[in-house]
């Protein structure tokens, strides 16, 4: 799977965890330097506290449009150190 955003490739893995149809990427397998944090949070009920970057892309900045779980409950362990995409960003195969 890749997420691509303005023709980048933000992440790139054979190893995407879904939940509720959105690929969580390892984090090791996402290009960090797009990445930039946000101060954002949402409370989700069974997977905990989701905590956001935006995407940069030369100079071109998509808010919020990736979050991940520090510290999910139990019921969504396996999302813990990955990193999933919405906004526009592209998640293909």
Same mark, same amino acid.
């Given at each position: 799977? !890749?997420?691509?955003?303005?023709? !980048?490739?933000?992440?790139?893995?054979?190893?995407?965890?879904?939940?509720?149809?959105?690929?969580?990427?390892?984090?090791?397998?996402?290009?960090?330097?797009?990445?930039?944090?946000?101060?954002?949070?949402?409370?989700?009920?069974? !997977?905990?506290?989701?905590?956001?970057?935006?995407?940069?892309?030369?100079?071109?900045?998509?808010?919020?449009?990736?979050?991940?779980?520090?510290?999910? !409950?139990?019921?969504?362990?396996?999302?813990?150190?990955?990193?999933?995409?919405?906004?526009?960003?592209?998640?293909?195969?």
């Amino acid at each position: 799977m !890749k997420a691509i955003w303005n023709d !980048k490739v933000i992440a790139e893995s054979d190893d995407t965890v879904v939940i509720e149809g959105n690929h969580y990427f390892p984090s090791e397998d996402v290009n960090h330097e797009f990445l930039t944090l946000s101060s954002t949070t949402t409370i989700c009920p069974w !997977k905990g506290t989701a905590h956001y970057y935006s995407v940069d892309v030369d100079g071109n900045l998509n808010e919020d449009s990736a979050w991940y779980y520090p510290d999910p !409950k139990e019921a969504a362990a396996e999302i813990r150190g990955r990193i999933a995409f919405w906004r526009g960003v592209e998640v293909t195969d």
